[in-house]
């Protein structure tokens, strides 16, 4: 499907039916896959032969929709997972032992700011947060012997800061490192981080990727780009792995030496696999995707415009306004458009905001963002909640900031809603 453009890949790759078979991506509900011999089955799980033999590591609907992802991100290959969380995880824990170091955007998504800040750092790998527009010799000072990776989010959440993508990939790899990028806001419609020197990328899959807030996931896809041998700090990929018989995953498989690594290791001891049923929804919501992005991003600016001009508004951050201090390189990366939310605040702090979502009618509060339904959220008290203050203003979170996920509804409808719990917010 390389030929074909972004559009049709999210309609039609990953899957090509045969005569005769189902036209859609059928529920492959089976955990356990019949060979004829034992040798068949010997050889996969040496890695010497394709195929399914369990669906903790591989299943003929999850794989569909990985080959889609992959084509649509434009990597060797993608894995799908049973949450971004585990993602995230994953993607860093592949390529990150004990003893080891990670920079990080301190930006981030509460999540996986507290993933990385205090259950991975448990588990002994050294974590630096930096903000995401800082300067290149500020971050170039972060870099030490250890360090492995670095980790930042495209278009951050909640505080919609675009990140430099090409400049965080030039210095990790003037240290020999890759630069894994979380894309889930900006969507592969409207940034695709390899193609600005990002090495690795993961998605909540649960938002825009699957646009109706039906089923959790996360993806990890391998650019297939980063000499793993060359840089010569990553002896998982480079050295033998007696658990599979000595092999040497740079040699066996090239490019696709992190992704194979990824599911033959990780997802075989962890398990955190996609589940057929969820990958079959998130498949849906892909032949989509590129319809429903232009809609959130249209509607998101109609919304940012209104609040920039409303009295009762202290604030407004949408990357896509002239006026953003990140317009520039947005328009750089993603000339097409950012993303459906907007975050904002309500005059008056932390306690208009409070009746502000109180107030709200057509938009849902919900603990999600991202979806085709507009809902809103107060990450200071939710999703952020257990980050202290200083925390709180490194991720970009203030107290009084609104992240307000517009959907593709009858704009004037979402204004009108906005405007009638603004007049409660602020009586």
């Known amino acids: 499907m390389s030929n074909y453009k972004i559009n049709t890949n999210c309609v039609q790759a990953g899957y090509t039916p045969g005569n005769g078979e189902p036209r859609v991506v059928p529920i492959a509900q089976s955990t356990t896959y019949k060979y004829e011999s034992a040798e068949q089955m010997a050889a996969l799980f040496d890695l010497t032969a394709e195929g399914f033999f369990y669906t903790r590591l591989a299943n003929p609907t999850v794989d569909a929709v990985e ?93 919609l800061q675009v990140v430099d993508i090409p400049l965080w990939a030039e210095l990790a790899h003037k240290h020999g490192v890759p630069l894994i990028v979380d894309n889930t806001f900006p969507t592969p419609i409207n940034l695709r981080p390899l193609e600005w020197g990002a090495d ?96 959130h991003c249209e509607n998101a600016m109609a919304v940012a415009r209104w609040l920039q001009k409303d009295e009762r508004i202290e604030w407004v951050s949408y990357p896509a306004l002239e006026d953003n201090k990140y317009y520039e390189l947005a328009s750089k990366l993603m000339p097409g458009g950012t993303c459906g939310v907007v975050s904002f605040g309500v005059k008056g702090g932390r306690e208009a905001a409070t009746r502000f979502l109180n107030s709200l009618k057509l938009a849902a509060i919900v603990t999600h963002v991202a979806d085709a ?55």
């Not at 259950?119 to 930096?130: A, L, P, S, V």
């Not at 658990?243 to 992190?258: C, I, K, P, R």
């Not at 990450?379 to 609104?402: F, K, Y």
Request: glycine letters at 10%.
């Open 67 to 159: 080959k889609k992802i992959a084509a649509l991100e434009g990597g060797v290959l993608a894995m799908l997972t049973s949450s971004g969380q585990s993602a995230s995880m994953m993607s860093v824990l592949n390529i990150c032992s004990a003893g080891e170091h990670c920079i990080c955007s301190s930006a981030l998504y509460g999540g996986t700011f507290n993933l990385f800040n205090k259950t991975m750092r448990g588990m002994g790998i050294e974590f630096d947060f930096i903000e995401p527009d800082a300067k290149a010799e500020e971050i170039e000072k972060l870099f030490k012997e250890n360090t492995r990776c670095c980790f930042v989010e495209s278009l951050t959440n909640p505080s």
């Open 200 to 295: 690795i990328v993961v998605h909540s899959t649960s938002k825009y990727l699957d646009g109706h807030a039906s089923a959790l996931g996360g993806c990890v896809i391998d650019g297939g780009k980063f000499d793993w041998k060359a840089s010569g700090k990553f002896p998982g990929l480079t050295t033998p792995d007696e658990t599979y018989h000595g092999v040497v995953y740079t040699e066996q498989f090239g490019n696709a030496a992190y992704g194979i690594k990824l599911r033959t290791h990780l997802m075989r001891d962890i398990g955190s696999m996609m589940a057929p049923q969820n990958a079959f929804l998130l498949n849906i919501g892909l032949e989509t995707l590129h319809l429903r992005m232009p809609r």
């Open 373 to 427: 339904r507009t809902c809103a959220l107060h990450p200071a008290s939710t999703t952020h909640r257990q980050l202290n203050d200083q925390e709180l203003a490194e991720c970009g979170v203030s107290p009084d900031l609104i992240r307000f996920s517009v959907g593709i509804e009858d704009v004037e409808d979402i204004i009108a809603d906005i405007d009638q719990a603004l007049a409660e917010a602020t009586k």
